[in-house]
């Protein structure tokens, strides 16, 4: 059972577009949304996090915006360059320190 | 500033060998992780530990041992490489809700 499901797979943006990448998740425990970026042979890295008492976070060009009602939380990345290319990961964890839930990533291309 | 070391960084091994994969941290603390992760698959937790000498098992522990005798190390050995067990592992450490860190993984192939 895919409990954190992320979406698209694979997104090709142009320099100084919005990238926008969803995940959807079906424990309504679930109380903290990270999302993390990771760089070819490196492990990922946080990139920003979300708890529910709030619908939207930013942090300079990236946003999170959470539906707790539609159980959906997005990463948006304004003005998109090519230093952003990266696989990001939506994950997904509940109250006490449970394991973080992994969605299966998405591979990020910025052209020029 | 190492933050959380992984050895090695790349290893080949033969079927039905055994190894171990190294994970260190210098943070202090107290929670620590073992994932891998295979192309299009996301990361999957094969082993946790809340402290020393506490572990317990994650989403794909079959085929994996896991060890904690100290707050800094917590190695993942493998019995009987199998070639299912081919994949990218990435160690990472947390204090208690707090986000994770990652080490830069070990590429594992196993022919």
């Known amino acids: 059972q895919q409990q954190v499901k992320q979406s698209p797979q694979s997104l090709i943006v142009q320099k100084g577009g919005i990238s926008i990448i969803n995940c959807a998740y079906e424990?309504?425990?679930?109380?903290?949304f990270p999302w993390y970026q990771q760089f070819p042979g490196k492990g990922p890295a946080l990139l920003i996090a979300?708890?529910?008492?709030?619908s939207e976070k930013k942090e300079g060009r990236f946003t999170i915006s959470f539906n707790k009602s539609a159980k959906q939380f997005s990463l948006h990345i304004m003005d998109s360059q090519p230093g952003d290319s990266a696989t990001y990961f939506c994950a997904a964890e509940s109250e006490g320190n449970t394991p973080l839930v992994f969605g299966k990533g998405t591979r990020l291309s910025v052209i020029a | 500033n190492a933050g959380v070391t992984q050895t090695p960084k790349f290893r080949i091994l033969k079927i039905g060998q055994s190894m171990t994969l190294q994970c260190t941290q210098d943070?202090?603390?107290?929670?620590m992780y073992w994932y891998r992760q295979d192309p299009g698959m996301g990361l999957k937790l094969i082993y946790y530990s809340v402290g020393a000498g506490i572990t317990d098992k994650g989403e794909v522990p079959n085929g994996y041992n896991v060890s904690r005798s100290t707050t800094e190390d917590f190695p993942l050995r493998l019995e009987l490489a199998a070639p299912s067990q081919t994949s990218v592992y990435f160690c990472?450490?947390?204090?208690?809700?707090?986000?994770?860190?990652f080490g830069d993984g070990t590429r594992l192939s196993i022919l």
């Open positions: 990472a450490s947390s204090y208690s809700g707090q986000p994770q860190h």
């Open positions: 943070m202090n603390h107290n929670y």
């Open positions: 979300i708890r529910p008492d709030v």
């Open positions: 424990n309504t425990a679930f109380d903290y």
